[in-house]
């Protein structure tokens, strides 16, 4: 269990629920679809809404639930792309380096984001504000360089333009402008 994640739920009085209560859940889920023939991705995905992403410690009580071998869990979780093994930020934020955008500024939006938001590209912000990813084409080559956060899309964004995206999604960046 990742350091993160185990500080981002906890059984104090903050009102997160512990890791054991969701993994507990989920163990009932599962069960109930014992033997249910095709019920694999659908208490896939009941599982990571109750968790957040599928951790293999959560991979494990689907298959030990479901009589299924781990690898065949872990082989669906891989194999589609709306399962992840991370945990996920709050936004998602994806920056455009298809051809228009690389040569348009794309890898400096990445490098700046990488340094204000201390992530690496794939990483989730330690206060799991913000997913960081990068995206080969987001529709907007002719106003490229272009990001986006969501379901929301930035063109010809620019580095120093960086800070006031971020703070319509999280204040600690500044009022929005
Ligand atoms: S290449 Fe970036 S939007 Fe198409």
Known sequence: MSQMAAESRCACCCGEESEQVLQERIRQIAREYRGREGSLIQVLHMAQTIYGYLPLEVQQIVAD????????????????????????????????????????????????????????????????????????????CGLAPAMSIDDTVYKQVKPERLESILARYDKKWGDEQ
């Open 65 to 140: 639930e479901l009589g299924l071998p781990l690898s065949e869990v872990s082989g669906v979780v891989t194999f589609y792309s709306f399962f992840s093994t991370q945990p996920r930020g709050e936004h998602t934020i994806r920056v455009c380096l298809g051809t228009a955008c690389y040569v348009r500024g794309g890898k400096k939006i990445v490098e700046r984001l990488q340094e204000l938001l201390e992530v690496g590209v794939g990483d989730t912000t330690a206060d799991r504000k913000f997913t960081l990813e990068v995206a080969r084409c987001i529709g907007a």
